[in-house]
């Protein structure tokens, strides 16, 4: 008989501290809440004085640069040869583009050149190329790292 109602206490117990715990941390609750009025500060101004001085701290968005703040001229070893091959006697008539070997114009003007740079080509081998010659550079740079890296181990040991 006392098994059981040694039991019984048991159960008792294991409610009964739960219950407590749920009751003193509304008490605590309640009296940061009494406490935080009785200051008179409101947690809504507070939230948004944190908010503010978090702004105000946050360092400013860096530039997002886009296709109109570049510039269309590439570096010089990337841009690729767009000279024309010259006219040969045969494979043109100067009836036909008014221009004869010389580069004068039938009648005697001169051709102006065109004065705006030739803009790259952008079709697929020439961004192959370019990939290919960064991939080899990327080549390079990893088997030095591995080079410098024994050098390093070596040193080490």
Do not use: C, H
């Not at 269309?72 to 040869?81: F, G, I, K, Q, R």
């Not at 003007?109 to 790259?120: F, H, L, R």
């Not at 080509?121 to 010659?133: L, Q, V």
């Amino acid at each position: 008989m006392t098994a059981v109602t040694w039991r019984k206490a048991a159960v008792y117990v294991l409610i009964a501290v739960p219950l407590f715990g749920v009751a003193g941390i509304a008490a605590i609750a309640q009296q940061n809440q009494d406490a935080t009025q009785e200051q008179g500060v409101d947690p809504v101004a507070d939230a948004a004085r944190k908010a503010r001085q978090q702004k105000k701290d946050a360092p400013k968005p860096k530039k997002v640069f886009t296709n109109e703040d570049v510039s269309t001229a590439l570096p010089s070893a990337a841009t690729p040869s767009n000279t024309a091959p010259a006219p040969t006697a045969n494979s043109s008539t100067p009836a036909d583009t008014k221009e004869n070997a010389s580069g004068q114009a039938a009648d005697g003007d001169k051709i102006a050149p065109d004065k705006s740079a030739p803009m790259p080509k952008n079709d697929e081998a020439t961004w192959r190329g370019r990939f290919r010659d960064e991939r080899a550079k990327l080549a390079d740079a990893e088997r030095e790292l591995d080079i410098l890296q024994r050098v390093s181990q070596k040193a080490q040991v």
